[in-house]
C-alpha cells in the first residue's frame, strides 16, 4: 500500500497587496496570489477585497482560514502558488 500524506500548510505570513507566503508540509514554500479570486468577488470572497480582512487570517489543521468563513483547498492553493 502506497503512503499517501494530505497536503497542508504548515506556516503562512502575509507579503503585502494579496499575496501569502504559505509553507506546506512538504517542505515547499510558494507565494499564492489571491488577486484574481478577489477581483472575481463571487459570494463570500467579496470580503477578501478588503486588506485589513486579508491579512487578518489564521491556519485551521490542514489551510489558511478568514475567520471561519473563507478557507481553500490546500491542493488548490499548492496549483496556483508560484515557488519561492
Given at each position: 500500500?502506497e ?43 467579496h470580503?477578501l ?30 496549483e ?5
Open positions: 500500500m503512503n499517501t500524506k494530505i497536503l497542508s500548510i504548515e506556516e503562512a505570513e502575509y507579503v503585502d497587496a494579496y499575496k501569502i507566503k504559505a509553507r506546506f508540509n512538504t517542505g515547499e514554500s510558494k507565494i499564492i496570489d489571491f488577486s484574481s479570486i478577489v477581483n472575481k468577488g463571487i459570494g463570500i470572497c470580503k477585497a478588503d486588506l485589513n480582512y486579508f491579512r487578518n487570517f489564521s491556519l485551521d489543521p490542514f489551510t489558511i482560514d478568514w475567520n471561519n468563513e473563507i478557507g481553500f483547498a490546500p491542493e488548490y492553493l499548492y496556483i502558488g508560484q515557488p519561492v
